[in-house]
């Protein structure tokens, strides 16, 4: 099975190089998929770089239960409206041997008294639990994060980008002033932006969400917004600022230094393996993936042509100690099963970044064969420069590839004044679409509806601008974000 | 509240330890707990050391999904019976507003066709995968590993011994033969019983478990077993042999290099949060937590006398970052509203192994006092000498903790020969009881029933020994461990 190209089947091209480059395969369970561990190993390359951002500034790891009561979830009035029609449900809590005696089925003397839900997000049990922690102002802020896995039920599934139960970081935070939860929430947004930028290569837009497009139980939420190449938008992080919503809800107060009892204020922040798609689909090609050299399991590939000799052998010896000393991940291939050129586009499928080709010749020569993936151009670089040279590129790839996404994502943000207009830019440039809109959920719904667009964010610098709206032709003051999206 | 002394009441000694020192609590949900930040912060050392002694033998990480369908469950018979009487079952995937308007129900109208289970254990959803992934020898071997929470539903819980819901990792690999599979069982066995010693300061015997105490589906189950201060033993790892059982139940066959068709052979391996139980059980005093070094998130703490003042502070951050340089983790306590006798009570509670104190008097002494958790002795140390003296002092803590551990297990290692011995031994002196079994089931029933000790394993490097069993006077051809355990 070939990848499908890019201009034949996008969706499908997707799929393809998902599948076939080992990062996620569909399982058994509707909706659920297998991260498999070439992919694993980048997720885990993310959560590395995201937990130390997250530590750097302050914040601890904790873990809260899968399971949580029915009724908790009810308690904030719209957070149940959001999260309540795609739940998991626990009913029982045993299985027993049918009387048939054909298989297992379901104890009915085993039902719970009140049904549990596999979280969808954690907040309701967090801020049960935060009731317990804090009494005073001294106990705040609370700057907890969990690693976990969630469950939203999912009719419509696509790998990465939306399975029923998928992998995420949720952030949790109390504070004694509103100030201070604001300053959270948006110190959290430029984390992730600044990750997306720095490890991803992916250049975001930072914004503020409608009121439709709000977390259920929110105040605001922030997101960051990123390109994809077929010119779909795709939410790759949010952070909520939950003003006092769930403190009010779980009856979370603390009492100030004056003595008196106040709610607590609240962030929540998450972003999920939902940014494996976003890195595969913001950079990779029909040969397959390109990764950011600071996310790739392996970052150096070294293929001896056409098959290891003793020469070469020590040579390899050599320079992959030289490149692993200054910390630098490389793999040797020295399997002979397979030709060069089937390992050359094993790996470029794979997408590591710098591949070393290096023969009879080359030895001879004192150089060796260094081919880029982003680029597929190849050099000729002497053995005893190799490691500056390697450690530079690494640096070159990941601002080429960086450029040339936002490049991308800047050559599709179009500035729209009509209706026309609007609707042509999405239909045949497609991309981000800057317009005027009156700013009701009227206007926003009819959008949607019409064009399948949505409000993507309200850029947090967009300046503010009079004009009017490209549907309703009402007032606006600022320009919103608009686009497909996934 | 205080921590209740363990001579009065081990048990409760145990819970209130667990939860004064941050630790974990309970939670809303029946059985499950909250780990806190800073005993989470403990079971991320206790992950970072073991991904890394699992990763340098060659395994790689990897996700499936937390639900498995519920005929999966049945497809190996002996797997079916340890698991369907403890599992949490999903029926539904919608709730939806009560016509009351009170609150929310499960919609009727979203029942699953087949229920799923909650993983109790994830054998049966990764050999259905697996026989995707495996057609050839070339495939082989597959040496996979997952982080992942895990739910079993339990009547009696305790925190982190048995909690419904618990974090752990599960090693699953896949070998073409039956002498590697086994080679790998035991190598698993091995890396337990080395980061049980060398990271939790934890002595271990590696045995095997009955028939009766195998895993639900496995050949042959190994164990790591340890010793807590109460003469409890407690099971701290287990790595499992399973033969074909699960490629047979799945039907996962390879083609071998002789072109023919065969079953693959199987091992399964994990370990818990239970580790955070037995690492408090093991170590600590009715003052706190005792940690060992290497998995403690303060390995040391300054506590400025009586409090900083501007020419401490200049000697205290020149300590912190010569020591932290070394990569020594450490936390300087800078808090004005508490007395230093409040904090080190606190740090004793915490199980910090190392506390600085440094005064006004010190600082012209160009001393400190260096006080350890470990043996509770303090001594002055110049500020010249510190670094090198504290990263000995943690190589001590660390061996020390574990020779007095040690000492304490083989006092409690009992050879008996007779009935009234045994339980003699088991009631008083507590511990390891080493004894002949007669090797049959019934036998060590019996047993368990009057004495509710069970064989904990047949040690590894237990001899050949004729004797005859302590309970039913037939021959027996080794001694085998018993106790009571958690």
Redesign the interface.
Known sequence: MQITPRSEDYSQWYIDLVRKAGLA?Y???KG??????YG??IW?YMQGALDKMFKDTGH???????????????KEAAH?EGF??????????????SEDGT??V?DPDAKLEE????RPTSET?IW??YR?WIQSY?DLPLL?NQW??V?R?EMRTRLFLRT??F?WQEGHTAHSTRAEAETETKQMLDIYAKFAEEWMALPVVRGVKTETERFAGAVDTYCIEALMQDGKALQAGTSHFLGQNFAKAFDVQFTNKEGQREFVWATSWGVSTRLMGALVMAHSDDEGLILPPKLAPHQVVIVPIPKPLPDLEETINKITAELRAVGIRVKIDNDD?NRPGFKFAEYEKLGVPIRIGIGARDLANGTVEVARRDNKTKESVAVDNLTGHVQQLLTDIHQNMYTRALAFRDEHITRVDTWDEFVKVLDEKTGFVLAHWDGTPETEETIKQETKATIRCIPIDAPAEDGVCVKSGKPSSRRVLFARAY
Request: charged share 20%.
């Open positions: 395969d399982s058994a369970v659920c998929m297998v991260i498999k561990p694993f190993a885990e601890v790891n904790a873990y809260f239960p899968l399971l949580i009561p029915k009724s908790f979830l009810s149940v309540a029609k795609e739940c998991a449900v626990v009913t029982h809590y045993r299985l027993k041997n298989g297992i379901v049904e549990l839900i596999i049990i049960n639990t317990e001294r907890i976990a896995n469950v039920w029923t139960e992998l099963q």
